[in-house]
């Protein structure tokens, strides 16, 4: 998809399945289950779409995914499809791994920068060996400092290797990577969530990471039990639908199975996602959230 100057492309790490009731909160089964179907062991499918942007001759690359480093028993608890991964799905579009110039982790969960690292003869080390890694001074402190609640979320492997290769470079809170191409500080999820701006000059696009995972997490009440700071979380993502109705964002959504490009369209008082496909054409429209913040009954399907 052309934006400006750059160029997007969803990038895929296959799909993994968590629990319905831990990605849809205090919201209960009987209603997120019509748009989320969940398996016999109540577990929903999720995609894993990390983002490819190609701007004057540089190659960025939006988190890395899932990666392979789980158990065998892991790989089942989280049922993990990697049959398209990120090394794969970057080759179709002629990038190698040493060709990635810069990479931006939203946060570091082990479903966002799996494949951060490799294994090699025993030793992990950085899957890009040409790439600074761009994350958040507060994102890195945490992953570093885990409670109870927090410790399963992070793997030291997906990150620490980074920073003996030298290759991670520190932000503290918004910041432009390169000229069109920003982070931005969206605590909520955790503290030290960024999300990624893209500014084409004539068009925009917000990659949301974890801050909406999905199309039907822009409802504010639709938060996950892994949102750390849920208040914090409803007024961004407030603040993220009205900035995108505004500004005309092109949204990209990490884990929704059906939708990775969509844009927010206001209606007679309602909001409505407009997908749009990999090539920038209106798909298909949704109808999602009234202003007031009280939703159309009509299910969400696509």
């Known amino acids: 998809m052309k934006l400006g100057k750059f160029e997007l492309y969803p990038i895929s790490d296959g799909h993994f399945w968590l629990d319905g009731g831990a990605m849809y909160g205090a919201v209960p089964k009987v209603l997120w289950d019509k748009v989320s179907p969940s398996d016999g062991q109540n577990r929903i499918?999720?995609?894993?779409?990390?983002?490819?942007?190609?701007?004057?001759?540089?190659?960025?690359?939006?988190?890395?995914?899932i990666?392979?480093?789980?158990?065998?028993?892991?790989?089942?608890?989280?049922?993990?499809?990697?049959?398209?991964?990120l090394i794969a799905s970057l080759a179709r579009y002629g990038v190698k791994p040493q060709d990635i110039d810069y990479v931006i982790n939203t946060h570091l969960h082990f479903d966002h920068c799996g494949s951060n690292t490799s294994n090699s003869g025993g030793k992990y080390l950085p899957t890009f060996g040409n790439a600074k890694y761009f994350i958040q001074q507060q994102e890195w402190f945490s992953a570093q400092n885990t409670d109870e609640r927090t410790r399963s979320s992070y793997r030291a492997s997906d990150f620490l290797p980074l920073e003996a290769a030298g290759q991670v470079e520190f932000v503290d809170g918004d910041f432009e990577i390169v000229r069109g191409i920003k982070v931005l500080l969206t605590n909520g999820h955790t503290l030290g969530h960024q999300s990624v701006l893209i500014d084409g000059g004539n068009g925009s696009a917000l990659y949301l990471g974890d801050?909406?995972?999905?199309?039907?997490?822009l409802k504010p009440h639709y938060l996950t039990s892994y949102d750390l700071y849920p208040v914090d979380l409803i007024a961004r993502k407030?603040?993220?639908?009205?900035?995108?109705?505004?500004e005309d964002h092109l949204l990209v959504f990490e884990h929704d199975p059906k939708i990775v490009f969509a844009r927010l369209r206001e209606r007679q008082g309602s909001l409505k996602v407009e997908?749009?496909?990999?090539?920038?054409?209106?798909?298909?429209?949704?109808?999602?959230?009234?202003k007031s913040g009280r939703w159309r009954k009509k299910r969400l399907s696509g």
């Open 275 to 290: 997908v749009v496909g990999g090539e920038g054409v209106v798909q298909k429209r949704k109808k999602t959230a009234k």
């Open 67 to 85: 990666g392979d480093k789980f158990s065998k028993k892991l790989r089942e608890v989280y049922k993990i499809d990697r049959d398209v991964n």
């Open 211 to 217: 801050i909406i995972p999905t199309v039907y997490h």
């Open 45 to 65: 499918k999720l995609a894993v779409n990390c983002l490819l942007i190609k701007a004057d001759g540089k190659c960025i690359l939006v988190d890395t995914g």
């Open 238 to 246: 407030k603040q993220i639908v009205e900035d995108a109705v505004r």
